[in-house]
């Protein structure tokens, strides 16, 4: 790339007596190619951090629900009295997130 914009700059300096520069039609080409590659790198850094903040916002949520959950189920006035919070204890004590109760 440095190269061609070395080949680019020359074009400002290399001036026919009529004024118009030595246009080399291959330089011009291989600058648009150059530009639409790293257009399109770019594009793809775009979106792949869309996806990245798409996911961590996910995530995000799934933490809230866990807190919640925690937080409910290490409440006082836990009762545990229906099959769903009794599936709910289970699943969090299961993935770590809530620590046997020792007085249980």
Avoid at 2 to 9: I, S, V, Y
Avoid at 14 to 22: N, T, Y
Avoid at 63 to 78: D, I, M, N, P
Wanted: charged share 35%.
């Amino acid at each position: 790339m440095e190269e061609l914009l070395k080949r680019m700059r020359l074009l400002e300096v290399d001036h026919e007596p009529d004024g118009w520069p030595a246009v080399r039609m291959r330089d011009i080409t291989a600058l648009l190619d150059e530009v639409d590659r790293r257009f399109g790198i770019g594009g793809e850094l775009i979106a792949a951090r869309r996806e990245r903040d798409a996911a961590q916002s996910e995530n995000a949520k799934l933490r809230r629900v866990l807190k919640a959950a925690v937080e409910l189920v290490c409440s006082t006035g836990w009762a545990g009295v229906s099959d769903e919070d009794v599936v709910l204890e289970r699943t969090l004590r299961e993935c770590g997130f809530v620590a046997p109760n020792p007085l249980n």
